[in-house]
């Protein structure tokens, strides 16, 4: 005769397991969560928006026409619940334009007598063009380029270098020193490397995100180099070996007429600290 547990054995074995299931789940990123966030970024930033903002991405003259799409975005950014959810109201409004900015400035189509203006024009390429290097660097030991392949700059963020590349695919779950042609033909993709980038402290530089949040604490390294919080320490951690320490650069003054765009779109002030013509370069 086969064995029958007594029916209280049989349902405290069950109890346990809806315990157990139900913390499994509290601790997982579950779709239900990733949509409820979702929807935060939605109600800072709807579609409409999105296309004010963007105003010709799919431009016939925009070699990323159709790629850079708003649920694409939207879905990226359920990856990091952090991003433009960690402050106030007008501190995730800032940290957005903050974001939206920097991509634009690496991404622009814009030329000075441009239709709508110079600010109208981000997300109109998704790779960088004449090429005059692979982006290798074979110092990086951990991260070994693989052959034949290039490591130039792609996404809204322009990601660059094998190191990048490698760490990035490692962070999202794609082969980035083997496939970074990927970060160019998936969108998804693609945004999630932009926000990877922005998210993620790397060596001596805080992240984007805490610096736009309030979160950046700086060391005696960056007070003697007089790297204080704001929108021109994101250009600092960006790109500012060969942007800061510069007065009037253009590149600079580019990613602030950006930004002061989309914080007037956001209903947002700026604040302080908009370049970095007066501090050191990590």
Known sequence: MAFSPPLSCTFFFIFIIYIWGCSFISNAETPLNREAYNSSISSL??????????????????????????????????FFPNFSSAGSLDTNKRELAAFLAQISHETTGKWESAPDGPYAWGLCFKEELNLNSSYCDLNSTEWLCSANKSYHGRGP???????????????????????????????????????????????????CHDVMVGSFVPTSADTAANRVAG??????????????????????????????????????????????ANQKPY
């Open 45 to 78: 930033l709807s579609e409409e928006l999105y296309n004010t903002i963007f105003l010709h991405k799919d431009d016939v003259g925009c070699p990323a026409k159709g790629f850079y799409t708003y649920d694409s975005f939207i879905n990226a950014t359920g």
């Open 231 to 276: 929108f021109g320490l994101v250009t600092n951690i960006i790109n500012g070996g060969l942007e800061c320490l510069l007065p009037n650069d253009t590149r600079v003054e580019d990613r602030i007429g950006f930004y002061q765009r989309y914080a007037q779109l956001l209903d947002v002030e700026v604040g302080p600290n908009l370049d970095c």
């Open 157 to 207: 963020m322009q990601l660059s270098w094998n190191y990048n590349y490698g760490e990035a695919g490692a962070a999202l779950g794609f082969d980035g020193l083997r496939e970074p042609e990927l970060v160019a033909n998936r969108s998804d993709i693609a945004f999630k490397t932009a926000l990877w980038f922005w998210m993620t402290a790397r060596n001596n530089k805080p992240s």
